[in-house]
């Protein structure tokens, strides 16, 4: 007989890539993973995880065995929702990740939307980024990531009384963005590659207020989602649209396979997407 748990860090292996990260996302020692792979590969008399110099990859076997992992570890998600639907009233926590702005923007508003609708269910919120969010959804440290999907300037700036500004313009300035690895900085990038140019980016950080800051200060130029914007101070710095197709985000709430449907987790849902839709004019989660 497989043990489920031992699913769970095989999947954890194979997403972080080294018993050592996997062992410290499901807050286990490595020892303690390294005996759990053992005993799992004893249980299915196959070899599953190989390591060496670069890490740790599944054999073909352990392959095999992730592919039912997750159809595995789903139903055992809609087996525990329908059992807590089951059980009487719903009352409990919900664990969410959400990068700061989502924070600000639809899960700040959404807690209250549940006060009203949901009373019972207690929500514990995280601020993590978008790239680090997801992966803690699968390690079970957090119920709920909300993330961002990308898709494809000072007041003495020479383009400062343009209504829009055209990215192509700015391939001679400085940039001020995210630092690689944070969703933001891809769409940095990208716009300018459509432009036809590199980015110079001169200063990073992962604060938009930060960034803008460093804008006011005639640092650079730099590319900020509108939301982003919301309450903050622009002093000494002038806001312009992007002339013709503005790079895009797309926001979305992730959960583990199975647990849409959690007694918790649906209404957490349900909440953020009323204000989305309210807020922004978002599809649904």
């Known amino acids: 007989m497989i043990d489920a748990r031992r699913l769970r860090i095989l999947r954890a292996v194979a997403d972080h890539r080294t018993v050592t990260a996997a062992a410290a996302a499901l807050y286990l020692t490595p020892s303690a993973v390294s005996q759990q792979l053992a005993a799992l590969e004893q249980e299915t008399g196959h070899r599953l995880v190989e390591?060496?110099?670069?890490?740790?990859?599944?054999t073909a076997a352990g392959e095999i065995l992730l592919s039912h992992t997750n159809v595995v570890l789903?139903?055992?998600?809609?087996?525990?929702?329908?059992?807590?639907?089951?059980?009487?009233?719903?009352?409990?926590?919900?664990?969410?990740a959400a990068f700061a702005?989502?924070?600000?923007?639809?899960?700040?508003?959404?807690?209250?939307?549940?006060?009203?609708?949901?009373?019972?269910?207690?929500?514990?919120?995280?601020?993590?980024?978008?790239d680090a969010s997801v992966p803690m959804v699968l390690d079970r440290q957090v119920d709920?990531?909300?993330?961002?999907e990308y898709r494809g300037a000072p007041v003495d700036h020479r383009l400062?009384?343009?209504?829009?500004?055209?990215?192509?313009?700015?391939?001679?300035?400085?940039?001020?963005g995210p630092y690689p690895g944070n969703p933001c900085h891809d769409v940095v990038v990208l716009a300018c590659e459509f432009a036809?140019?590199?980015?110079?980016l001169e200063h990073s950080s992962d604060d938009f207020r930060a960034v803008v800051a460093l804008a006011g200060a005639d640092a650079g130029v730099?590319?900020?989602?509108?939301?982003?914007?919301r309450g903050m101070e622009l002093t000494g710095v002038v806001v312009r649209p992007v002339e013709g197709s503005a790079p895009t985000r797309r926001v979305f709430a992730a959960v583990r396979q199975g647990a849409e449907g959690h007694p918790l987790i649906r209404p957490v849902l349900d909440?953020?997407?009323?204000?989305?839709?309210?807020?922004?004019?978002l599809a649904r989660i």
């Open 74 to 96: 789903a139903q055992l998600e809609r087996a525990e929702a329908e059992l807590a639907d089951y059980g009487a009233g719903v009352a409990g926590t919900v664990t969410v």
């Open 144 to 148: 709920v990531a909300v993330a961002v």
């Open 51 to 58: 390591r060496g110099a670069r890490g740790a990859r599944l």
């Open 160 to 176: 400062a009384d343009q209504d829009q500004v055209a990215v192509a313009d700015l391939a001679k300035d400085p940039w001020i």
């Open 101 to 130: 702005t989502g924070i600000g923007l639809v899960l700040a508003p959404a807690l209250t939307e549940l006060a009203r609708t949901a009373p019972g269910i207690r929500v514990k919120v995280q601020d993590a980024e978008g």
């Open 222 to 229: 730099a590319l900020v989602p509108r939301s982003a914007l």
């Open 196 to 200: 036809g140019f590199a980015p110079r």
């Open 271 to 281: 909440a953020m997407e009323a204000v989305a839709v309210r807020e922004a004019g």
